[in-house]
């Protein structure tokens, strides 16, 4: 599970492998919960553990089953150069 940068939207993967959003602004109590079924591959992110999206696209070698990556976490090292670890 993770969180935007606005803290609005949470993205988590369910047991099919799609990857999911949700609303969590609390500012608009009609929508809080609800799934979002825009595209949201230019949300910033806050954190990353997800193992689907577009920033983790290139984790997955060939010939991969979806059950043999169980984690991604993202690390920000010194530079702001992003880097991803999967396991």
Request: proline share 2%; aromatic share 12%; charged share 30%.
């Amino acid at each position: 599970i993770d969180f935007s940068v606005d803290s609005r939207v949470l993205q988590s993967v369910c047991n099919a492998y799609e990857l999911l959003y949700w609303r969590v602004n609390r500012d608009e109590p009609r929508s809080l919960g609800m799934q979002i079924k825009s595209d949201q591959r230019d949300q910033e992110w806050a954190t990353w553990s997800c193992t689907l999206g577009f920033d983790v696209m290139g984790i997955w070698p060939s010939g991969y089953d979806r059950s043999d990556i169980n984690m991604v976490a993202r690390l920000n090292d010194e530079n702001r150069r992003l880097r991803y670890l999967a396991a």
